[in-house]
Structures are given as structure tokens and as C-alpha cells.
């Protein structure tokens, strides 16, 4: 079981960029999946979320609107397409995926989340 991220480098603000994450050994799509991201000194905090099936998304405030998580089943990979990307939205991101639906409501708890990424980093600099 293993998930791999890719895409993450130096972007300057107000500039896109978009994470990867490809799953082998289970399949994602019978699973809730999520990005969570986690900047130096601080807590990890979950980005957004799609829960299994109906394929309902959850966002964090400070990046809806701007953000936008996806799956593509076919690949078995998940994305998070990241616009107007500030110095704000720097830290290591992780994909991350839930069994059930428990960790993707208002609040996207990374307890409910049992499978990890190795993580990402995206730095927002001029």
C-alpha cells in the first residue's frame, strides 16, 4: 500500500501549481481521499477532502476558491490544482486517504485518515 505525490517545486505568488498523488495496492476510489499540508512550526491542517462515492469536497477556508481537489480513477491518482498561490500556502503537502466518510465534513480530521504520502514541498517566493 503506498501513496506517491509528485508536482510540488518553487512557484511565485500569484502563480499555479498542481500535486499529484498516485495510489498503488488499493484502489482510491472506494475510499475518501484528502490534501493535507503542514508548514514549519505549525500543526498539520487539512486543505480539502472528497469523500468516496458521491464525491462531495470540503475546502479550508483559506484556500476555497482557490484550490480544487480531483480524482482521476482510471489512474488511480488523486490531484490538487492550487491557483493564486501566496507565500501563505507554503509548507509540505500530503495526500492522504480515509476508509469511510468520517474525516471529510466541515472539518477534515486527519485521524479518520489511515494511508499517507511521503509529502511535497511548495515554496511561494518571488
Known amino acids: 500500500v503506498q501513496l506517491v505525490e509528485s508536482g510540488g517545486g518553487l512557484v511565485q505568488p500569484g502563480g499555479s501549481l498542481t500535486l499529484s498523488c498516485t495510489a498503488s495496492?488499493?484502489?482510491?476510489?472506494?475510499?475518501?481521499i484528502a490534501w493535507f499540508r503542514q508548514a514549519p512550526g505549525k500543526e498539520r491542517e487539512g486543505v480539502s477532502c472528497?469523500?468516496?462515492?458521491?464525491?462531495?469536497?470540503s475546502y479550508a477556508r483559506s484556500v476555497k476558491g482557490r484550490f480544487i481537489i480531483s480524482r482521476d480513477n482510471a489512474k488511480n491518482t488523486m490531484y490538487l490544482q492550487m491557483n493564486s498561490l501566496t507565500p501563505e500556502d507554503t509548507a509540505v503537502y500530503y495526500c492522504?486517504?480515509?476508509?469511510?466518510?468520517?474525516?471529510?465534513?466541515?472539518?477534515?480530521?486527519?485521524?479518520?485518515?489511515?494511508?499517507w504520502g511521503q509529502g511535497t514541498q511548495v515554496t511561494v517566493s518571488s
Open positions: 492522504a486517504s480515509d476508509p469511510s466518510t468520517y474525516g471529510c465534513y466541515s472539518t477534515i480530521d486527519r485521524r479518520e485518515y489511515d494511508y
Open positions: 495496492g488499493f484502489t482510491l476510489d472506494s475510499r475518501t
Open positions: 472528497m469523500r468516496r462515492f458521491h464525491h462531495t469536497t
